[in-house]
């Protein structure tokens, strides 16, 4: 059932990038990311009340924590998603399972555990090869003068790396999924107020601000998922499955904005999906627990 959880959070994840490809020529990734909060408290609220949920945490701290990654991997997200095909952007966002391989590895390097590094070996090139896929994949942004958007998409799967092991972190303390996805609204929505409050503001009584209600609500429907998959399932299992979602934007963006992605750029979105699902695998077997608690 958890193996559903994760699908389902990562075609509600596309979808709303969808939504948000909708709507990114009408307002800022910062605006987004506010109504997007705004909507999911909204949401959150009355699932939590319709479950019985408290909203009461014993942990806040791991929450701010949560939302300091959470909100900077999403902001950086959407504009990746605003500036980059659906599918590169979804790529370089679902980074986190390389990067939080590659952090293993670091962590062994500064403890210098030679041996340990040897063992982990295989490891080691799996991470080189999801860099290098990263690599094939910002040549065709850098042909489109998109080297930027590119790398603050590279950014965001870092963040997102951080914020899917604070997720589990708070599953292993007990905290409902309902609980966790409404406090990451909230920070969403403090974090993209004040952040556009430097911007140019846009009028919400247009027509295309109804992209916005769609992004709220599928955001809260894949964070709901994805955190009951994260919290209730294997790790390594659900980690992989979240690279469904890469299909399924690869598919949207050829559907409804004809993104054209060069050969060398599928190779590397191949490349690392291939590398982060070999590096979950190995990650797990080198770490006899969750890497939430690692952290």
């Known amino acids: 059932m958890q193996a559903a959880w994760m699908i389902a959070a990562a075609l509600f994840f596309a979808l709303m990038s969808v939504c948000i490809k909708f709507a990114s020529p009408y307002f800022s990734p910062l605006e987004i ?15 939590a009340r319709s479950r019985k949920v408290s909203l009461r945490t014993q942990v806040p701290m791991m929450h701010v924590w949560r939302n300091i990654v959470g909100v900077s991997a999403l902001s950086a997200w959407f504009y990746a998603i605003a500036h980059l095909p659906l599918g590169t952007a979804m790529t370089l966002n679902y980074m986190s399972g390389v990067w939080v391989a590659a952090f293993l590895v670091g962590g062994t390097l500064l403890m210098g555990r030679i041996a340990d590094i040897r063992r982990q070996g295989p490891l080691v090139l799996a991470v080189m090869a999801g ?7 910002l040549r065709p942004t850098l042909a489109q003068n998109q080297l930027f958007a590119g790398l603050i998409g590279l950014l965001s799967g870092l963040m997102s790396a951080l ?3 604070q997720v589990a972190a708070l599953g292993r303390v007990g905290e409902p999924e309902a609980r966790t996805v409404f406090y990451f609204s909230v920070g ?8 556009m409050q430097f911007f140019e503001l846009h009028r919400l009584d247009t027509v295309q601000a109804l992209w916005l209600l769609p992004v709220g609500v599928l955001a809260a429907l894949g964070q709901l998922c994805m955190t009951r998959a994260y919290t209730r399932g294997a790790t390594m299992i659900v980690a992989n499955l979240q690279y469904s979602g890469i299909v399924f934007a690869a598919l949207f963006g050829l559907l409804w904005f004809d993104d054209q992605i060069p050969l060398i750029g599928w190779l590397g979105m191949a490349t690392i999906i291939a590398s982060g699902i070999v ?9 006899p627990q969750p890497p939430a608690e690692e952290h």
Request: with cysteine.
């Open 163 to 165: 914020a899917y092991l």
């Open 188 to 195: 969403a929505a403090l974090a993209g107020a004040v952040g």
């Open 131 to 137: 860099f290098a896929g990263v690599v094939m994949m």
């Open 33 to 47: 990311v506010c109504y997007r909060g705004a909507i999911g408290i909204v949401f959150m609220w009355a699932w």
């Open 279 to 287: 590096a979950t695998f190995l990650r797990a077997r080198a770490l």
